[in-house]
């Protein structure tokens, strides 16, 4: 008996339709203007190159760039690409990982030579100003997991560990207390890197000895809290959307004048939680507005004086609880201001102290601390 022919689709027509869709789907990035803001991915998609080299058999950099972030259903690849490597036990291509539950980044290489460079600094800073300094630096929320990790994704921390050694050898850093080892999902978000209020008040009340003040319970702050927040190592992590957290935030009772000043521009504001912000792709900007090259926070019912911190945007959840024990609580971040370290301090004839508050990402790569700290 004869065996019955299966169709079959030629060899021919599924080259040319491969063809065809490769070509339909190169022109369509080509026709796109780019330049426009993702959401998704928190950045600018590259913008339509002036003047392309195609002199020669080869793709210049720009172009690839560009056609690589417009080409069509590529929040769709990313997503199947992402989704891949962490079933696979890879992390993700957009610099983020997943793990039992929560999302977190990737780990921090290992820079002694960076840290121990801006501690120097850092000291001098202090000790030409006469007053006390204090380092405050969290282990991530990567680390804190690490031993629920597989074995390929939690040895690649190890690059941490020698940071860590480094900054418990100064006797000016600040260790976080143990419910971040015991409870670590409840001190960061699942969508984002920064720690959340109860992580931020976990050092708020390591830094009341070294500050010296006496910490308030957290229902002594006014308290509201902003569902929906979807953070930046989601958007970093090429994965669904699937998850959000709720920002819960705390600022003191009493009246308070907030002045910011970027690159020159001024700006007053009578409060440090702006909820207008949290329905906004840039939702943690509920705290203080956002980042700033120089914030000023006025409180003239504190006990204390002039607080001066150098910082990223990990104390900016902090600066509000702070708040509540300094009249005045300068703050630098060396990413957005124009001077250098010093200029701060010669804003204030009252500094009781200089406090550092910066990610281990901050301490060990960010050359403009370094250029900056002096």
């Keep these: 008996m ?5 169709f079959r689709i030629p060899d021919s027509v599924v080259v040319v339709a491969g063809l065809l869709l490769l070509l339909v789907a190169g022109l369509a990035a080509v026709l796109s203007q780019g330049g426009e803001f993702s959401v998704w991915e928190r950045r600018y998609l590259a913008e339509r ?3 392309p080299d195609l002199t020669y058999w ?6 690839e760039s560009f056609l690589t972030d417009h080409v069509p259903g590529r929040r769709t690849l990313v997503t199947l690409d992402s989704c891949a490597q962490f079933l696979a036990g890879r992390g993700s291509q957009l ?3 997943y793990t039992s539950g929560t999302l977190v980044e990737s780990p921090v290489p290992a820079e002694t030579s ?3 460079t801006k501690l120097r600094r850092f000291g001098r800073i202090a000790d030409n100003a006469g007053v006390p300094w204090y380092l405050v630096s969290p282990r991530t929320h990567g680390w804190l997991l690490r ?3 597989i074995p390929v994704v939690a040895g690649a921390y190890s690059s941490e560990a020698e940071s860590y050694a480094l900054l418990e050898t100064s006797p000016h850093y600040v260790s976080m207390p143990d419910a971040f080892n015991a409870d670590p999902d409840s001190m960061y978000y699942t969508t984002d890197h920064h720690w959340t209020l109860q992580g931020a008040y976990q050092a708020y009340l390591s830094l009341s000895g070294p500050l010296g003040y006496e910490p308030l319970p957290l229902e002594s702050f006014r308290l509201t809290e902003y569902a929906g927040f979807k953070g930046t190592t989601l958007a970093r992590s090429g994965l669904p959307d699937l ?3 709720t920002l819960v935030c705390a600022e003191p009772e009493s009246a308070v004048t907030m002045t910011t000043d970027d690159h020159g521009v001024e700006t007053v504001c009578e409060s440090l939680i702006f909820p207008e912000k949290a329905a906004t792709w840039d939702g943690y900007a509920v705290y203080l507005n956002g980042n700033h090259g120089t914030l000023i926070i006025e409180r003239p019912d504190a006990p204390e004086g002039t607080l001066v911190v150098y910082k990223d945007s990990m104390a900016n959840c902090l600066l509000p609880l702070l708040s509540q024990h300094f009249r005045h609580v300068i703050a630098v971040d060396a990413r957005y201001d124009d001077g250098v370290f010093s200029d701060a301090l010669a804003r204030s004839n009252d500094t009781t102290a200089v406090l550092y508050v910066y990610s281990l990402e901050s301490l060990a790569n960010d050359t403009e601390i370094t250029r900056k700290a002096k």
Excluded: L, N
């Design 2 to 6: 004869e065996e019955k022919r299966r």
């Design 49 to 51: 190159p002036s003047a």
């Design 58 to 63: 080869k793709t210049d950099k720009a172009v």
């Design 95 to 97: 610099g983020a990982w």
């Design 114 to 116: 960076a840290i121990e």
């Design 147 to 149: 031993d629920r990790m």
């Design 243 to 245: 998850w959000q957290d």
